[in-house]
């Protein structure tokens, strides 16, 4: 049992994360993940940047980045959301080389989801990683994520 705005949430049958968008299924990430990134984006939601970031810092005390990795694809599943026709897709970002670093990061990392891609996805991580912007990035990927969601939900 988890809590979300501070009621009681059964997220058995449904992973919610306030009260109307939930995460999709993701094949072959931890159950823990889901809850992970369910308290990423209720901290994202009311604006507690330290929040998410503690989220993630504590995911991956818990799990490595490994684990970091997980939350971040159901974020980026988040974003995407259900029932997206099958086949190869594109990543159309005029002006991407512009972008900062976390937008670009972000957009591939989202095609990479997309795509089903999750050696381009561990990829990116590990040159965030390498690059020292990881935790920028994470941050710029649920900040997209909840404004994605404001927009589908109105």
């Known amino acids: 049992m988890c809590t979300s705005m501070g009621q009681p949430v059964d997220r058995s049958a449904e992973r919610c994360l306030t009260g109307r968008p939930t995460l999709p299924d993701v094949t072959g990430v931890p ?61 159309d970002f005029p002006g991407i080389d512009e972008a900062g670093y976390d937008a670009r990061w972000v957009a591939r990392f989202v095609s990479a989801y997309v795509n089903q891609d999750a050696s381009t996805g561990a990829a990116l991580f590990g040159a965030a990683i390498a690059d020292g912007q990881l935790p920028e990035c994470l941050l710029t990927l649920a900040g997209s994520t909840v404004a994605t969601l404001r927009r589908r939900h109105g």
């Open 31 to 91: 159950p823990e993940a889901f809850e992970d990134a369910a308290l990423v984006l209720e901290s994202a939601l009311a604006g507690d940047t330290d929040a998410v970031v503690g989220t993630f810092d504590a995911v991956v005390d818990r799990a490595g980045v490994a684990g970091a990795y997980d939350v971040a694809w159901c974020l980026a599943a988040t974003m995407v959301g259900e029932n997206l026709p099958g086949g190869a897709w594109t990543l």
